[in-house]
């Protein structure tokens, strides 16, 4: 069956039917009216997948996914046309040019952490770039899964865009197929199998993974704020966020104002019982459950640590005097788990960091500009924000993706358009000007060859039309000038 799916998507690409901007842009509007006709809908999928409340959903996906449609139909005749370069002499007065293209059929693997901002932004990008794309929703999130799968087709051209549910079994078929991109979301531990089984058909990907993602509370900021916001940061979606704040790094000495500050915070989010807080969600199941509340084993628990398996809940959880060979230090979390690891210092933290995997986000707290400078220069990570968590994610300008285990490639706005797209190498030029050429061609000698260093080596800014008659005609003179002077040469006697 997949490969039914796949060949068709593939004809049908091939057809051309994609290649107009206006048939992308119909598909784009036909996905919002997606989003906004069954908001309510996509809501109650996530609150029986997540527990997750009709404002969290819109404030964590819906509106992230209006915005980069939005951008993407604004945008697309910028993005789709072509992108003049930087010409030398020899080619200027030919057309240089880089052309996006579609790269034919996409395979979107998609988790159940946030299943419909993962799935679709990337799909976004697809159907912006031309492409046509099977999506596969994860089985983990299944009402969002059978509601995708019943709602894509609606509104979507079904012969260039399709939905593959199911599990294991159907995403390693899928795998077996080839595809033009691979574009997953998930663990690292499954990126590896992705990238190996995209390798066989020398399929590119783009890798969205996770791990453990630092955050540094210096002692001289605004320690109140800072806990506000890593507390938001941290405990949204149940700690089930790839970019979450993984673990706070910080002097021993602020470690007891931190537990009071989130203390305090989490009363005032989620009031004296988070279980009964309609803004807190569960984990997904009980198999993450049990793998999340295993990591607890030989920490101090400063804050929380309740929990509940009849409703996959575990209350939100500081944990103290963290050592780093600790289980829970060993892997990302993805649960409501804040362990507190202690260092003497900036430069302490900064090696820690790095002795580590680089990370998908690095947040860093302070007031002091040397500090911010030497942890932005000193460190690596896919992303980072200063004084806040999460944030760099919602600015769809600024490309999101990982680095090393952490992820390849990146996306959200322009930037997946280009992921997903071929960028074409075009240089068109006339039957004019024949001479200039002679300096490439047999029989070669040094006057020659010191021509063609001249034109190859002498770049033009970006001008007018006229500008570059005007050079054309200054080129000319220069080979005449250049042809007289080796005639001269030749001429005089030695």
């Known amino acids: 069956m997949e490969k039914q799916v796949v060949d068709g998507l593939r004809e049908v690409f091939q057809s051309g039917r994609s290649r107009p901007l206006q048939y992308r842009k119909q598909q784009l509007r036909a996905l919002h009216r997606l989003i906004t006709e069954h908001q309510a809908d996509i809501e109650q999928s996530l609150k029986q997948d997540l527990n997750r409340n009709t404002y969290n959903t819109s404030l964590f996906e819906l509106i992230g996914i209006e915005s980069d449609i939005k951008l993407a139909e604004s945008d ?271 430069s302490e933290a900064i090696n820690f960091i790095n002795t580590r995997e680089k990370p998908l986000a690095l947040y860093v707290f302070s007031s002091d500009k040397t500090v911010i400078k030497r942890m932005l220069t000193e460190t690596t990570s896919g992303g980072v924000t200063v004084n806040d968590v999460l944030m760099h994610y919602t600015v769809n300008t600024l490309p999101f993706g990982g680095v090393g285990n952490s992820g390849m490639g990146a996306y959200h706005g322009r930037h997946t358009f280009d992921q997903l797209s071929h960028h074409r190498s075009c240089l068109i030029k006339s039957f004019a000007m024949e001479s200039l050429n002679d300096a490439r061609y047999p029989p070669l000698t040094a006057a020659r060859l010191s021509k063609a260093k001249f034109f190859m080596q002498h770049h033009l800014c970006s001008c007018s039309g006229v500008c570059v008659w005007a050079v054309i005609a200054t080129i000319l003179a220069i080979g005449l000038l250049v042809g007289l002077i080796v005639v001269l040469i030749q001429k005089t006697p030695v």
């Open 76 to 346: 697309l005749a910028d993005w789709a046309g072509p992108r003049h370069v930087k010409k030398n002499l020899n080619i200027a007065s030919d057309d240089v040019y880089i052309k996006p293209e579609p790269l034919g059929v996409v395979l979107i693997i998609g988790p159940w952490n946030y299943p419909w901002a993962t799935v679709l932004q990337p799909l976004i990008g697809a159907i912006a770039a031309g492409n046509a794309a099977v999506v596969k929703p994860s089985e983990l999130s299944e009402h969002s899964a059978r509601l995708m799968n019943e709602l894509l087709p609606l509104y979507l051209d079904k012969e260039m865009y399709q939905v593959v549910t199911g599990g294991v079994p159907e995403t390693q078929e899928l795998l077996k197929q080839r595809f033009d991109h691979i574009f997953y979301t998930g663990n690292s531990t499954v990126g590896k199998l992705v990238m190996e089984a995209a390798a066989r058909h020398l399929t590119p990907v783009t890798l969205e993974l996770g791990g453990k993602s630092p955050c540094y509370i210096d002692k001289n900021c605004d320690i109140a704020v800072a806990c506000r916001r890593i507390t938001w940061g941290k405990f949204a979606n149940c700690g089930q966020t790839c970019i979450a704040p993984d673990y706070i790094l910080c002097e021993p000495s602020v470690q007891d104002r931190i537990v009071k500050e989130i203390q305090k915070t989490l009363q005032e989010f989620y009031q004296e019982d988070p279980k009964s807080s309609p803004d807190y969600c569960r984990i997904i199941n009980t198999r993450h459950f049990d793998r999340v509340l295993a990591l607890m084993n030989e920490c101090t628990i400063a804050l929380g640590g309740e929990s509940d398996r009849s409703q996959c809940y575990i209350a939100p959880t500081v944990l103290k005097d963290v050592l780093p060979h600790f289980k829970i230090m060993q892997e990302e979390i993805f649960g409501p788990l804040l362990p507190i690891v202690t260092v003497n210092g900036l």
